[in-house]
């Protein structure tokens, strides 16, 4: 059974650092991984997904990395700004092909960032 | 494109009646959706897989007779929570499968409370 772990659960930093979440999967045969942001009490905003083929993926500020066969992603934020303030979800999808497979989720990172 | 919506956005209802959720993809056409469940601070956990026009797949521990999934069309999955009770009580999310993109697009999610 897929599992998926992020480290840490919580961080807080100040405005303008570079930070990195961490996310861990157990079973390799993916396939693809996928950063969400969620905001409290709302849905999932989509950040980057990589094909499990991929190296990694980048929109502004964001930059995901995936090494699949030690079962770990990385997301990137540069310049940290207070809006950036959600918890960051890692999510991982089946290699059974096909692609309509459901999502395994880690716990998320919950991150604040001070003004 | 490919937006998600849910209705309702929220919900309170009584130990033992039944309530329905809605999930609609309002620009593409989603032969398969799912649906997630999330406990306060816990990770999104998949329910199950709803396919249009044939029955729903379950997860393991997920009570199919509890939890009715109807995908009467391409663009509507209804989740049915039967005899709720306080337990049943979660952020409940859907997510559309579009083909073209390989993607899941998510819903803004149900806050379900049973008292």
């Known amino acids: 059974k897929q599992e998926v772990t992020q480290i840490p659960a919580a961080l807080s930093v100040p405005e303008g650092e570079n930070l990195v979440l961490n996310c861990s999967f157990t079973d390799s045969a993916i396939y693809n991984l996928q950063w969400f942001r969620q905001d409290p009490g709302k849905g999932l905003t989509s950040l980057l997904l990589i094909q499990s083929s991929q190296r990694e993926q980048t929109s502004g500020r964001l930059n995901a990395s995936l090494d699949k066969s030690s079962g770990r992603s990385t997301l990137y934020i540069a310049a940290s700004q207070p809006g950036d303030s959600a918890t960051y979800l890692c999510a991982v999808k089946r290699g059974s092909g096909g692609g309509a497979d459901g999502l395994t989720f880690g716990k998320g990172t919950h991150l604040i960032i001070q003004p | 494109g490919a937006v998600v919506s849910q209705h309702p956005s929220w919900v309170i209802c009584k130990s033992g009646t039944s309530v329905k959720i809605e999930c609609r993809s309002l620009?593409?056409?989603?032969?398969?959706m799912f649906w997630y469940r999330q406990f306060p601070k816990q990770s999104l956990m998949l329910m199950a897989t709803?396919?249009?026009?044939?029955?729903?797949?379950?997860e393991q521990g997920v009570e199919k007779d509890k939890f009715l999934i109807n995908h009467a069309s391409l663009t509507l999955s209804t989740l049915t929570v039967t005899s709720a009770h306080p337990e049943d009580s979660s952020f409940y999310i859907c997510?559309?499968?579009?083909?073209?993109?390989?993607?899941?697009?998510f819903g803004p999610g149900t806050r379900l409370t049973v008292t």
């Open positions: 709803s396919n249009e026009g044939s029955k729903a797949t379950y």
């Open positions: 997510s559309a499968f579009r083909t073209a993109s390989y993607e899941q697009y």
């Open positions: 620009d593409f056409q989603a032969t398969t």
